[in-house]
């Protein structure tokens, strides 16, 4: 069982490039979710998808792009990297009705110099 | 600012013993009150999670309390082992399944 899987589990960019962080979940899951861990402040919401072809803002948006095409996939883009996007970020998927469960990938530890 | 506020931010304790993690809210409209557990290099998992109209749940060794009209609810880990050591973050959940986190409680459980 994959579960959520995400890629790369690492990289290194410089500030001003661009790159997508991918997600793919095999459990037919509808709704999908991105978040980013920083010491001392949890995991916050950056964006997420009820299903394909609809998206919204959580609670940290600026500076990522997301979008659904399949109900599997659920990519991230970085549209130019700044320091302060230095993270780790995870990504998630949970049944509908969720009753607060969400299954995490292992997640991509991004470093932006 | 965070809805969700969790303490103590660490906690160390013997094995054997409770650690007792809490957590506040704000928001009203949540429904669920989940728990992760997260270990290093690894993604958050669910824990436990209980309903606001349910006070206490249990399962294993693990104990979710809930006091609604103070808007807090808590986890106690009944006699910890070495292999609970972990970060434990509390959460609510709305409708929608959108997820507000505490901020993290690193646990340590010597042995």
């Known amino acids: 069982n994959a579960g959520v899987t995400q890629t790369p589990k690492f990289q290194v960019l410089k500030t001003g490039q661009s790159m997508t962080l991918q997600c793919a979940q095999d459990m037919n899951h509808e709704y999908m979710s991105w978040y980013r861990q920083d010491p001392g402040m949890g995991l916050r919401l950056i964006h997420y998808?009820?299903?394909?072809?609809?998206?919204d803002q959580g609670e940290v948006p600026n500076g990522y792009n997301v979008s659904r095409s399949t109900t599997e996939d659920f990519p991230l883009r970085l549209l130019s990297a700044a320091p302060s996007q230095t993270s780790v970020y995870f990504c998630?998927?949970?049944?509908?009705?969720?009753?607060?469960?969400?299954?995490f990938g292992q997640g991509t530890r991004l470093t932006v110099v | 600012q965070q809805q969700v506020k969790q303490s103590p931010q660490s906690l160390i304790v013997q094995k054997g013993g409770i650690p007792i993690i809490n957590c506040a809210y704000e928001n009203t409209a949540f429904d669920y009150f989940p728990w992760y557990q997260q270990f290093p290099g690894k993604g958050p998992a669910l824990l436990i999670a209980i309903r606001p109209d349910v006070s206490e749940k249990k399962e294993g060794r693990f104990t979710i309390s809930f006091n609604k009209s103070a808007k807090q609810f808590s986890l106690h880990i009944m006699d910890s082992q070495p292999g609970d050591s972990a970060t434990y973050f509390c959460?609510?959940?709305?409708?929608?399944?959108?997820?507000?986190f505490g901020a993290g409680t690193q646990v340590v459980v010597t042995p």
């Open positions: 959460a609510a959940s709305d409708s929608w399944g959108k997820l507000q």
């Open positions: 998808s009820v299903g394909a072809g609809i998206t």
């Open positions: 998630a998927s949970s049944p509908v009705p969720t009753m607060g469960e969400a299954f």
